[in-house]
């Protein structure tokens, strides 16, 4: 009866790794892959405490070979623009994490390079930015996955 139990332990402890080694693979795969792109509009709250409407953000990420090519761009009409690249995607079937830097800014007029963090759903709904100068933004936005 020991031996019965053991194997099955054992059966259920492979069948477990390989499920949790799957998936982890399988997002990583997914995440080098997906394809994601928006235009949105929204609100930036400048690190100085100054708050910019009427801001449309655009960021795309692609691949060639394997290699990711991405950048995000952020206009306003009387400000002028903001953007950089994004250097780091993590997504899941329905999230994603974009990490990157800002190269110019022309909005907040904040000293650049800065890290940025952009994150929210794919689909309908609301992307986030987060700057390591301080600003911060939210747009409505329809994020295309895949």
């Given at each position: 009866m020991e031996k019965s139990s053991g194997t099955k332990i054992a059966v259920i402890m492979v069948v477990f790794g390989?499920?949790?080694y799957s998936i982890y693979f399988g997002q990583i795969s997914f995440a080098e892959g997906v394809e994601l792109k928006t235009v949105g509009k929204g609100v930036i709250s400048c690190g100085n405490g100054e708050e910019?409407?009427?801001v449309r953000?655009?960021?795309f990420v692609s691949y060639d070979k394997g290699t990711p090519f991405a950048e995000w761009n952020l206009d306003h009409k009387e400000l002028g623009s903001a953007g950089g690249m994004i250097t780091n995607v993590k997504t899941s079937s329905n999230s994603f994490v974009l990490k990157g830097f800002e190269?110019?800014?022309n909005i907040?007029?904040?000293e650049t390079p800065s890290d940025v963090n952009f994150s929210g759903n794919c689909g309908e709904g609301t992307v986030r930015l987060v700057?390591?100068?301080?600003n911060k933004g939210t747009f409505a936005s329809n994020v295309k996955c895949g």
């Open positions: 390989l499920v949790v910019v409407k009427g953000i655009n960021f190269a110019f800014d907040c007029d904040d700057s390591d100068n301080g």
